[in-house]
């Protein structure tokens, strides 16, 4: 029975035209030579793409992408990539070792940076030229998402454009007025766990702490518990924590959404146009991505507390439709 007071008809779904894709990181195919620079002194990394390519290179990303794009850098040590701009937001999430996040203040033009541990994240907006460097003594993983699909090739530096493909842009994006890096950064430990934004989370095998890195996720109690690190930008994302055998329950969203598990193992499940159970386990880094009119929801199949990062591809996310009725605990 469907939540009969739910309003998601706020976003229209721009997206039903892939099934429910599941994405196994063991079978992703990285490519070391997406972009004119890669094989310059320090910009070696491979790239594995979730979501999106890069056009003119052949297609490894198992969805071409509409809401977001998403993928890993795999950096050397001293390795990562020079100063280039995107149309979109882009995040960058540490999934391994260490990393320098670098860019270039628009006024000033000074050379600004952090440096980025497990789980941390910086958003960053178009206008900015950035880069990355894996700054430990071990192979490190960068994952990104970039806040709108169809891939775009780079804006890059004034000083990186020799060799640059045909007819790729040289005009900065944005809007002349970026937002500052330095106010866009998350860090894991400082993102607290919030048990209280949905009101199923009350029941016991709903019980799940989400850290809400940047946006709003929907849920009926929105304003309980700390507040999302960032607020709402081109997609909301998260890390989810639950113990074992519990998660979230059948439920849709107008939007794609993406499960990735960081820790332990995870069984996504979802329901096809028959009404019909599948289910999918994912090991870290595995990925199922769900587009919108699909009930879908997920669990913890390890034997400890895990970690899954989910992503949402719009922002302003109205309440989840559940498959099952919860207006009872709407009282709690
Ligand atoms: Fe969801």
């Known amino acids: 029975m469907r939540n009969s007071d739910s309003s998601n008809a706020a976003i229209p779904p721009k997206t039903r035209v892939a099934a429910v894709t ?36 052949p297609s490894r990303a198992a ?29 960058f999430m540490v999934w391994e070792g260490e990393f320098e996040i670098f860019w270039e203040d628009p006024e000033s033009k000074d ?17 900015i030229m950035r880069g990355f460097k894996n700054v ?23 000083s990186l454009r020799e060799g640059l493909p045909e007819g790729v842009r040289t005009e900065p ?35 799940r702490g989400i850290r809400r890195y ?17 607020e709402d930008g081109e997609v909301a994302f998260v890390i989810n924590e639950n113990r074992c055998g519990s998660g979230a329950p059948l439920h849709d969203h107008p939007f794609e959404e993406m499960f990735i598990p960081l820790e332990g193992r995870w069984a996504v499940f979802w329901l096809d146009a028959r009404g019909e159970y599948h ?4 090991d870290p880094w595995d990925a199922c991505w769900v587009p919108p009119g699909v009930q879908r929801g997920f669990r913890n199949a390890g034997r400890e507390w895990g970690k899954l990062h989910v992503i949402q591809g719009q922002p ?17």
């Open 22 to 57: 599941v994405i196994r990181f063991a079978e992703m195919i990285p490519n070391w030579s997406d972009y004119h620079e890669s094989g310059g002194e320090g910009n070696h990394r491979a790239i594995y793409r979730y979501i999106g390519d890069v056009p003119g290179t």
């Open 63 to 91: 969805l071409p992408g509409w809401d977001f794009c998403s993928g890993i850098a795999m950096a050397p040590p001293g390795n990562g990539a020079p100063l280039h701009d995107h149309r979109d937001e882009e995040v």
């Open 111 to 127: 050379r600004k940076s952090v440096v980025l541990g497990l789980y941390d994240a910086i958003r960053i907006h178009p206008g």
């Open 136 to 158: 430990g003594d071990t192979e490190g993983f960068l994952y990104f998402i970039h806040g709108q699909g169809a891939y775009e090739y780079p804006v890059y530096h004034e």
């Open 173 to 207: 994006h944005g809007n002349g007025r970026p937002v500052d890096p330095a106010t866009q950064i998350v860090r894991y430990e400082e993102c607290e766990m919030n048990f209280q934004v949905y009101h199923e989370t009350g029941l016991p095998e709903g019980v």
């Open 214 to 230: 940047a946006g709003a996720v929907g849920g009926e109690r929105e304003g309980a518990g700390p507040p999302p690190s960032l």
């Open 279 to 282: 289910q999918a386990i994912l």
């Open 316 to 332: 302003g996310a109205p309440p989840p439709e559940y498959h099952r009725d919860y207006s009872e605990l709407k009282e709690i």
